[in-house]
């Protein structure tokens, strides 16, 4: 079994009220918390001195940090795990809050929805706000239908069983007629619709392996479009991200600003980061009720993470975040992921 810290230093009563003030006085102020303002917030309940002593006490368990000798002390990011993991479910927006929710969301469809809400996420948080949608991970086919475009282009209109539209254009080694990829598009609709895309490669290459002079003029067309890509679904997500810009002046050190930057540029990354907490909320068994705050990130050892998924009772279609420096208004930034997420899995399940 993992050691913890609870293992190695259990908390008394008044470590545990101190820490706590630490904690929310840091994420206030976002600066060192000196013991006076401790002792003062408890009504000098503990003198200063006392405060002290804790601090020191927390420092050696691992729950306090201090900049520099003659400065208060911060949370570690193993106080703030602590810390997130005591806050209550979400809260409700407030009336004002809301009513700019609605506002910025208001007659957006599709990927435009999808984008204001990652700007309203930001701007309420003046963080980066985040939206991913899940990668599409081996779907059914349902319907396909191939239009030649031009010579030897040809563009896939692949349905899947989800109803999810999918468009794909290539060029051909060869030229097709409109009929011969008709002809193609019918022989998938009746062999394989309500087969995985994994399934039917297999199956291609089956039939193929079988008798390799055998197979018909037929075939090879749909072996041919097959290895052009038109039939894999290697969809790779979408990724929104918003308010980078925010860092600037959270972030002193420029060196580790510019990698940080870099970082969030590669989207492929956010939303793997993102993606792979939701499933494990999947896996957890609930994922439509629940929400992650990670603080840590395998990434970024120094940010947290507010995410929570969007989907139907079947089906995960990607996740809602808000992406920062450890020092967060956790709770504010819980009730807005917890917001956009409800909105959009009701636009899914109306949609």
Same mark, same amino acid.
């Given at each position: 079994?993992?050691?913890?810290?609870?293992?190695?230093?259990?908390?008394?009563?008044?470590?545990?009220?101190?820490?706590?003030?630490?904690?929310?006085?840091?994420?206030?102020?976002?600066?060192?918390?000196?013991?006076?303002?401790?002792?003062?917030?408890?009504?000098?309940?503990?003198?200063?001195?006392?405060?002290? +002593?804790?601090?020191?006490?927390?420092?050696?368990?691992?729950?306090?940090?201090?900049?520099?000798?003659?400065?208060?002390?911060?949370?570690?990011?193993?106080?703030?795990?602590?810390?997130?993991?005591?806050?209550? !479910?979400?809260?409700?927006?407030?009336?004002?809050? #809301?009513?700019?929710?609605?506002?910025?969301?208001?007659?957006?469809?599709?990927?435009?929805?999808?984008?204001?809400?990652?700007?309203?996420?930001?701007?309420?948080?003046?963080?980066?706000?985040?939206?991913?949608?899940?990668? !599409?991970?081996?779907?059914?086919?349902?319907?396909?239908?191939?239009? $030649?475009?031009?010579?030897? $282009?040809?563009?896939?209109?692949?349905?899947?069983?989800?109803?999810?539209?999918?468009?794909?254009?290539? /060029?051909?080694?060869?030229?097709?007629?409109?009929? #011969?990829?008709?002809?193609?598009?019918?022989?998938?609709?009746?062999?394989?619709?309500?087969?995985? &895309?994994?399934?039917?490669?297999? #199956?291609? !290459?089956?039939?193929?392996?079988?008798?390799?002079?055998?197979?018909? /003029? !037929?075939?090879?067309?749909?072996?041919?479009?097959?290895?052009?890509?038109?039939?894999?679904?290697?969809?790779?997500?979408?990724?929104?991200?918003?308010?980078?810009?925010?860092?600037?002046?959270?972030?002193?050190?420029?060196? $580790?600003?510019?990698?940080?930057?870099?970082?969030?540029?590669?989207?492929?990354?956010?939303?793997?980061?993102?993606?792979?907490i939701c499933e494990q909320l999947n896996e957890d068994?609930?994922?439509?009720?629940?929400?992650?705050?990670?603080?840590?990130?395998?990434?970024?050892?120094?940010?947290?993470?507010?995410?929570?998924?969007?989907?139907?009772?079947?089906?995960?279609?990607?996740?809602?975040?808000?992406?920062?420096?450890?020092?967060?208004?956790?709770? $504010?930034?819980?009730?807005?992921?917890?917001?956009?997420?409800? @909105? &959009?899995?009701?636009? @899914?399940?109306? +949609?």
């Amino acid at each position: 079994m993992t050691e913890t810290k609870d293992d190695r230093h259990q908390l008394s009563d008044r470590e545990r009220a101190i820490l706590a003030s630490v904690v929310e006085l840091y994420l206030e102020r976002g600066e060192p918390v000196a013991s006076r303002h401790v002792a003062e917030q408890h009504g000098e309940r503990w003198s200063s001195a006392t405060v002290r +002593n804790v601090f020191a006490e927390l420092e050696a368990g691992g729950w306090l940090a201090q900049p520099h000798p003659s400065a208060g002390r911060v949370p570690t990011i193993e106080a703030l795990r602590m810390y997130v993991g005591q806050l209550p !479910l979400p809260t409700a927006l407030s009336n004002a809050d #809301e009513e700019q929710l609605q506002r910025t969301l208001a007659g957006a469809e599709g990927s435009e929805l999808l984008a204001r809400a990652c700007q309203f996420l930001s701007s309420f948080s003046r963080r980066i706000g985040v939206v991913a949608v899940a990668p !599409l991970t081996d779907p059914m086919l349902k319907h396909v239908r191939f239009l $030649r475009l031009s010579e030897r $282009r040809v563009l896939a209109i692949l349905i899947t069983d989800d109803e999810q539209i999918r468009e794909r254009a290539v /060029r051909l080694p060869e030229d097709y007629g409109q009929e #011969e990829l008709d002809q193609v598009a019918r022989y998938l609709n009746s062999a394989f619709s309500g087969w995985k &895309f994994e399934r039917i490669r297999r #199956e291609l !290459l089956r039939r193929v392996s079988e008798d390799r002079a055998a197979y018909d /003029r !037929l075939l090879q067309r749909v072996l041919v479009l097959y290895h052009t890509g038109v039939l894999q679904l290697q969809d790779a997500g979408q990724v929104f991200v918003e308010g980078t810009s925010y860092l600037v002046p959270l972030l002193e050190d420029h060196q $580790r600003l510019a990698e940080i930057l870099g970082a969030l540029a590669a989207k492929e990354k956010v939303l793997a980061l993102v993606s792979g907490i939701c499933e494990q909320l999947n896996e957890d068994g609930s994922a439509q009720s629940q929400l992650r705050i990670q603080v840590g990130l395998e990434s970024l050892p120094d940010f947290a993470l507010v995410a929570a998924p969007y989907c139907t009772p079947d089906h995960l279609h990607g996740a809602v975040a808000i992406l920062s420096p450890a020092r967060m208004e956790y709770e $504010r930034a819980a009730g807005a992921v917890w917001r956009v997420r409800e @909105i &959009f899995s009701q636009v @899914i399940r109306d +949609n």
